[in-house]
DNA sequence: GTGAAAGCGCTAACAT
DNA sequence: ATGTTAGCGCTTTCAC
C-alpha cells in the first residue's frame, strides 16, 4: 500500500548484489547466472518493479512517445483519426501525447513548443485553419524531431505527408450526381485557407467540364457550417434556375441542407439530390440517408502513424519526402436519385 | 538546422561559466548579477534552449503528465469529454497520454501497466462495458497515483468520482414526456452490466410512478444500437396499443427510431414523441430536429481533470473520496409534442 | 559472473 | 555572485 515504486537499487540492496548485475539478470544477459536471475526476477516481480521510463529516456535522450497536434477532437473525422493513431501507436509501443489546436495558430504554436520540449520522437500534425504562418513547424524539423502531417497539410514544409484523396472523392462524387441525371449541381465549400477546400472544388470543377456542363461560381458559395446553410441555402433555393443537387463539404452542412430542402417542399432526391463528405454517425440518421464520401479517417490514422513509426526506426536511411494518399469511397445511400 | 537540443552544460561551456550559474539565471534568482544573467537568457534564446523535462521529472520522480484511459474516442460523448480535459490540463500545463480500451477488459488493464510505468502523476478513467474485474484500479491506488473514475465508473474502488446525472436526467425528460401529453412512453435502454444504464431507467420508472402510470416491462426493451432498434422500434409500433412516446438511450437510436416510425406513416411528435439522451452532432440533423439530454460532456471532462489536478497539488490534505455529479439539462426541439 | 564508475540534464545543498 | 558536488534511475564500459 501506498509504497513508493521500487528501483534496481532497491533490488540490489535487498539481494545484496550490485546494481548492474540486476539491471543484466533483468535484461536476461547470457552472462549472469542462472540461479541470480532467477533471484532477482522472483523479487522483481514480486515487488511490481516498473523500470523507470524517465530515467531511460534521460540516457537515450528520447522517450517512447508521439505528439499529435490535432484541430478538434470532437469532430468525427478527427476522432477516427485519432483513434486510428492511437492503436497503431499502442500496437508498436508508443505512447501518444495530444494536443488541440483548436483551430487556433497560437495554440498550435504552443503546442510545437510543448511537444518538443516534452521530447517526443516525432510530432503528427494538422493544420489549424487560421494557420498562416508556419515557422513553427520548420523549427519542429530543424530539432530533428520527424514531423509527419496529416489531412491538413502544409506544403511549404519539406516532411511526410498522408492525405485524403480529396480531389477524387470530389470528382467521383460529383460524376456520380451526373450520372444521375442531375444538371445543375452546387458546391457547398468552404474558404480557401485549406488546401482540402481547393482540391474538393477542384475535383467538382473538373468533373463538371469532363461531362460538358459549365462551372457556375454563383452556385459554389462558402457554406462550411450550418449556421451559414441556413443562410446560403434557402437563397439558392429561391432563384429562378434553382440547383437540382448539392454537395456539401461535410455531412453536418449536408444534413442541414436536406431540411432546408424538405421544408421548401421539395423531395430529396427526386427533386433534388444531396451528398455530403465525411461518412460520420450523422450519414445514417437523415432522413433520406445520406450519400456521402466516407473520408476513411481511421485508416489515415493508422497509416500517418505507421509511416512515423517507420521514419523513427530506420531513423538513418533518409529516403526523400513520402506523400501517402487515402482513397476516399463514395457511399451511395438515400439522398441521390 | 538538425542541432541536437542544447542543454545548460552547452551554453555554460559557451559562457565560460558553471553550469549551476546558468541554471539560477534562467530561474531568475536574485543572487546572480544582471549582467549573467542577460548574456545567459540571450545565448538561452539565441538557441532555442528548452529544459528537458525528462531530466526534471528524473529528479522529482514525476512529470507533469495526466494519463487518461477512455472506452472509445469516437463517440460524440466521449471526445466532448477528451476535449473538455485537453482543455483544463492545458490551461493547467499538463500533458495528457491517453489509452483507448476499447471495451475490452485486457487492454484497460494493459493502459493502467503503460500509465504507471510512464510515471503519469495521475490517472483519469471510465470503464469498458466488459471490465468486471478491477485489481488493475486498485494497483494504481496502491502505487499511490491519484485515480479519478469519470462517468461509467466503479464503485468498489475507493476513489474520486465525477458522473452524468443519468437519474434526473432520466427524471426529466420522462416528467417532460408525460406534461406534454404523452401516456405510453417506451424505454430503449441498454443491459443491466453499466451502472448508468440503470440510473437511467430508476429515473424513467421513478417519474412514471410519480405520476401515476404504469411501469410496463414489456415497453423497456434493450436498444442500445441501430441494428436493435431495426428489430425492436416495428415490433412495438404494431402492437394494437402502441407507444405514443419513446424514450432512447442514446441519439444514435432515438435517430434511427423517428425513421422508423415515419416509415410506418406516423407523424413525429403528432402521434408519436421521441427523446434521446446525449445531444450530439446527430441531434440537429433529424427530421424532426431531437429533443435530447444533453449529457455535458465537456464540462465533465473540464470537471473531473480539474478534480485531479487539484489533489495533485493539494497532494497533503487528503480529504475523503469526492463524488461529483454533473447536472443534465434537456434541450427541447421538435421531437416531441 | 559480478562490481565500480561514469554519464544522461538538471537542481539544490554546500562551499567559497 | 558563482562554483562544486551529489544524486534522481538506469545502462554500459571497463575492471577483476
Same mark, same amino acid.
Given at each position: 500500500?501506498?509504497?513508493?515504486?521500487?528501483?534496481?537499487?532497491?533490488?540490489?540492496?535487498?539481494?545484496?548484489?550490485?546494481? %548492474?548485475?540486476?539491471?543484466?539478470?533483468?535484461?536476461? /544477459?547470457?552472462?549472469? #547466472?542462472? &540461479?541470480?536471475?532467477?533471484?532477482?526476477?522472483?523479487?522483481?516481480?514480486?515487488?511490481?518493479?516498473?523500470?523507470?521510463?524517465?530515467?531511460?529516456?534521460?540516457?537515450?535522450?528520447?522517450?517512447?512517445?508521439?505528439?499529435?497536434?490535432?484541430?478538434?477532437?470532437?469532430?468525427? $473525422? $478527427?476522432?477516427?483519426?485519432? #483513434?486510428?493513431?492511437?492503436?497503431?501507436?499502442?500496437?508498436?509501443?508508443?505512447?501518444?501525447?495530444?494536443?488541440?489546436?483548436?483551430?487556433?495558430?497560437?495554440?498550435?504554436?504552443?503546442?510545437?513548443? @510543448? +511537444?518538443?520540449?516534452?521530447?517526443?520522437?516525432?510530432? +503528427?500534425?494538422?493544420?489549424?485553419?487560421?494557420?498562416?504562418?508556419?515557422?513553427?513547424?520548420? &523549427?519542429?524539423?530543424?530539432?530533428?524531431?520527424? *514531423?509527419? $502531417?496529416?489531412?491538413?497539410?502544409?506544403?511549404?514544409?519539406?516532411?511526410?505527408?498522408?492525405?485524403?484523396?480529396?480531389?477524387?472523392? #470530389?470528382?467521383?462524387?460529383?460524376?456520380?450526381?451526373?450520372?444521375?441525371?442531375?444538371?445543375?449541381?452546387?458546391? *457547398?465549400?468552404?474558404? !480557401?485557407? /485549406?488546401?482540402?477546400?481547393?482540391?474538393?472544388?477542384?475535383?467538382?470543377?473538373?468533373?463538371?467540364?469532363?461531362?460538358?456542363? !459549365?462551372?457556375?461560381?454563383?452556385?459554389?458559395?462558402?457554406?462550411?457550417? @450550418? #449556421?451559414?446553410?441556413?443562410?446560403?441555402?434557402?437563397?439558392?433555393?429561391?432563384?429562378?434556375?434553382?440547383?437540382?443537387?448539392?454537395?456539401?463539404?461535410?455531412?453536418?452542412?449536408?444534413?442541414?441542407?436536406?431540411? @432546408?430542402?424538405?421544408?421548401?417542399?421539395?423531395?430529396? !432526391?427526386?427533386? @433534388? %439530390?444531396?451528398?455530403?463528405?465525411?461518412?460520420?454517425?450523422?450519414?445514417?440518421?437523415?432522413? !433520406?440517408?445520406?450519400?456521402?464520401?466516407?473520408?476513411?479517417?481511421?485508416?489515415?490514422?493508422?497509416?500517418?502513424? &505507421? +509511416? *512515423?513509426?517507420?521514419?523513427?526506426?530506420?531513423?538513418?536511411?533518409? &529516403?526523400?519526402?513520402?506523400?501517402?494518399?487515402?482513397?476516399?469511397?463514395?457511399?451511395?445511400?438515400? %439522398?441521390?436519385?
Amino acid at each position: 500500500m501506498g509504497k513508493k515504486q521500487i528501483t534496481l537499487k532497491d533490488i540490489a540492496k535487498a539481494l545484496d548484489i550490485s546494481i %548492474s548485475t540486476v539491471s543484466r539478470a533483468l535484461k536476461d /544477459l547470457p552472462e549472469i #547466472s542462472e &540461479e541470480t536471475k532467477i533471484k532477482v526476477r522472483k523479487f522483481a516481480k514480486e515487488h511490481k518493479y516498473k523500470p523507470n521510463v524517465l530515467a531511460l529516456g534521460l540516457r537515450t535522450n528520447t522517450n517512447n512517445t508521439i505528439g499529435i497536434i490535432i484541430p478538434e477532437i470532437v469532430h468525427y $473525422f $478527427f476522432s477516427s483519426v485519432l #483513434s486510428g493513431m492511437q492503436e497503431e501507436a499502442e500496437k508498436e509501443d508508443y505512447n501518444i501525447i495530444i494536443c488541440q489546436s483548436n483551430e487556433d495558430q497560437l495554440r498550435e504554436v504552443k503546442a510545437t513548443q @510543448i +511537444l518538443l520540449s516534452a521530447k517526443v520522437c516525432g510530432i +503528427l500534425a494538422s493544420l489549424s485553419k487560421t494557420t498562416t504562418e508556419f515557422d513553427h513547424f520548420q &523549427e519542429v524539423i530543424d530539432n530533428d524531431t520527424p *514531423l509527419v $502531417f496529416f489531412d491538413r497539410i502544409c506544403t511549404g514544409i519539406n516532411t511526410d505527408k498522408v492525405v485524403v484523396d480529396d480531389y477524387n472523392g #470530389s470528382y467521383n462524387a460529383t460524376e456520380y450526381l451526373i450520372s444521375t441525371g442531375c444538371k445543375r449541381i452546387a458546391f *457547398l465549400g468552404a474558404g !480557401p485557407n /485549406l488546401a482540402i477546400s481547393n482540391n474538393r472544388r477542384m475535383g467538382y470543377e473538373d468533373a463538371l467540364r469532363k461531362h460538358g456542363m !459549365p462551372v457556375d461560381k454563383t452556385i459554389m458559395p462558402i457554406c462550411d457550417t @450550418i #449556421s451559414l446553410a441556413k443562410e446560403v441555402v434557402p437563397e439558392l433555393l429561391l432563384r429562378t434556375n434553382r440547383p437540382d443537387a448539392f454537395f456539401a463539404i461535410n455531412d453536418e452542412v449536408a444534413s442541414s441542407c436536406i431540411n @432546408i430542402i424538405k421544408s421548401f417542399g421539395y423531395h430529396v !432526391p427526386q427533386d @433534388i %439530390s444531396v451528398c455530403g463528405f465525411t461518412n460520420g454517425n450523422i450519414a445514417e440518421a437523415t432522413d !433520406p440517408s445520406l450519400t456521402t464520401v466516407d473520408q476513411r479517417g481511421h485508416e489515415l490514422g493508422t497509416i500517418a502513424m &505507421e +509511416l *512515423l513509426i517507420g521514419r523513427l526506426k530506420g531513423k538513418e536511411k533518409k &529516403e526523400g519526402v513520402v506523400n501517402k494518399i487515402i482513397r476516399t469511397k463514395l457511399i451511395v445511400r438515400e %439522398s441521390t436519385k
